[in-house]
């Protein structure tokens, strides 16, 4: 069984043939179906100009699944500081928290959000990119802000976002929990979480260092379905190994033709071994396996599959196999 609190990613796929609107829609459908399974956290992804991912700001979808939802938190996972001010990430986020008080996270990343550098150049407020040092400060000035400037009582939990073993040194060094990309690079997962534990230092936003691992998880009722429901997101990641970020997500029927070559076959196999894919036992002992070789806190699942209803009933499947934490023994 699962043994560790399962929280979601939602990055908010536009299918083929169906408009952002409709997208739209579903997030605020999702959230309300996954405060009801009992998951811990609804985080919501920064990204712009792709055709397969809505542009929907984190901070206004955290606000309207805040408002129909009770107890999932919600939050940013995350919120992409080269594209906002620190006042502008402490004013919103610290007025979600004081509107609904523990249940709001603010997780700040560094990326740019997307793939195209016209539009990163047209998001970000220098006209380089931030550099090493001036992303530490707007993450310090940030949190200070928060305490010091909006002081509106409640402030939300905040995280950062971590691909690297640099950006687990700066979690470490700020005292911050670090939500680990895994679901992007699996290969710097063990690596980064060493570096981050052994320089962890206490902070009053965190006493000890905490864990949260993302993982890519479809999970269906045989292989085979799980199989088709992970087909369209495998389009789009040959995509961008060809160095394009303009495909569209497509249905599964579209999917199971579309001429994988062998190099993205092989690229694609493996990535998907440090992934959780296939039926409620295989995912279970894939999540399971993962959490003890990492030792983490919190599983975050993000489940990028074309309907609405697959991907909730993927979510339900796994949280069924969920108990009380328990000790085990496995590998990455």
């Given at each position: 069984?699962?043994?560790?609190?399962?929280?979601?990613?939602?990055?908010?796929?536009?299918?083929?043939?169906?408009?952002?609107?409709?997208?739209?829609?579903?997030?605020?459908?999702?959230?309300?179906?996954?405060?009801?399974?009992?998951?811990?956290?609804?985080?919501?992804?920064?990204?712009?100009?792709?055709?397969?991912?809505?542009?929907?700001?984190?901070?206004v979808l955290t606000a309207?699944?805040?408002?129909?939802?009770?107890?999932?938190?919600?939050?940013?996972?995350?919120?992409?500081a080269p594209n906002h001010?620190?006042?502008?990430?402490?004013?919103?986020?610290?007025?979600?928290?004081?509107?609904?008080?523990?249940?709001?996270?603010?997780?700040?990343?560094?990326?740019?959000?997307?793939?195209?550098?016209?539009?990163?150049?047209?998001?970000?407020?220098?006209?380089?990119?931030?550099?090493?040092?001036?992303?530490?400060?707007?993450?310090?000035?940030?949190?200070?802000?928060?305490?010091?400037?909006?002081?509106?009582?409640?402030?939300?939990?905040?995280?950062?976002?971590?691909?690297?073993?640099?950006?687990?040194?700066?979690?470490?060094?700020?005292?911050?929990?670090?939500?680990?990309?895994?679901?992007?690079?699996?290969?710097?997962?063990?690596?980064?979480?060493?570096?981050?534990?052994?320089?962890?230092?206490?902070?009053?936003?965190?006493?000890?260092?905490?864990?949260?691992?993302?993982?890519?998880?479809?999970?269906?009722?045989?292989?085979?379905?799980?199989?088709?429901?992970?087909?369209?997101?495998?389009?789009?990641?040959?995509?961008?190994?060809?160095?394009?970020?303009?495909?569209?997500?497509?249905?599964?029927?579209?999917?199971?033709?579309?001429?994988?070559?062998?190099?993205?076959?092989?690229?694609?196999?493996?990535?998907?071994?440090?992934?959780?894919?296939?039926?409620?036992?295989?995912?279970?002992?894939?999540?399971?396996?993962?959490?003890?070789?990492?030792?983490?806190?919190?599983?975050?699942?993000?489940?990028?599959?074309?309907?609405?209803?697959?991907?909730?009933?993927?979510?339900?499947?796994?949280k069924r196999r969920t108990?009380?934490?328990?000790?085990?023994?496995?590998?990455?």
């Amino acid at each position: 069984m699962i043994d560790l609190p399962l929280s979601a990613l939602e990055v908010a796929m536009v299918q083929a043939g169906s408009r952002a609107l409709e997208t739209l829609r579903d997030t605020a459908e999702f959230a309300r179906r996954l405060d009801a399974l009992g998951y811990r956290r609804l985080w919501y992804a920064e990204h712009h100009h792709s055709p397969a991912i809505g542009a929907f700001p984190p901070v206004v979808l955290t606000a309207h699944a805040a408002a129909s939802t009770s107890a999932v938190r919600l939050g940013s996972g995350g919120v992409l500081a080269p594209n906002h001010s620190p006042l502008m990430l402490a004013e919103q986020f610290g007025t979600l928290a004081a509107l609904h008080p523990d249940r709001i996270d603010l997780g700040i990343g560094r990326g740019p959000g997307t793939f195209d550098e016209a539009t990163a150049r047209a998001l970000r407020r220098g006209p380089e990119p931030m550099t090493d040092d001036e992303y530490r400060e707007n993450i310090v000035s940030t949190l200070r802000l928060l305490v010091d400037e909006v002081a509106l009582g409640p402030l939300p939990e905040p995280w950062l976002l971590s691909s690297s073993t640099a950006g687990a040194a700066l979690a470490a060094e700020l005292g911050l929990p670090m939500a680990f990309a895994h679901h992007i690079r699996p290969d710097h997962t063990l690596a980064a979480l060493d570096h981050y534990r052994a320089r962890f230092s206490p902070s009053r936003w965190c006493e000890r260092a905490r864990v949260l691992i993302c993982v890519e998880t479809v999970c269906a009722e045989t292989h085979e379905e799980a199989e088709r429901l992970a087909g369209p997101m495998n389009v789009v990641k040959a995509g961008l190994l060809q160095g394009r970020s303009d495909i569209p997500f497509p249905t599964p029927a579209e999917a199971s033709t579309h001429p994988f070559t062998e190099r993205e076959r092989h690229t694609l196999a493996g990535f998907r071994a440090h992934q959780a894919y296939g039926t409620p036992e295989t995912v279970e002992r894939r999540l399971t396996e993962l959490a003890t070789a990492t030792g983490a806190d919190e599983l975050m699942l993000v489940t990028p599959v074309y309907a609405l209803a697959d991907r909730v009933r993927s979510y339900e499947l796994v949280k069924r196999r969920t108990v009380r934490p328990a000790d085990a023994g496995a590998t990455l």
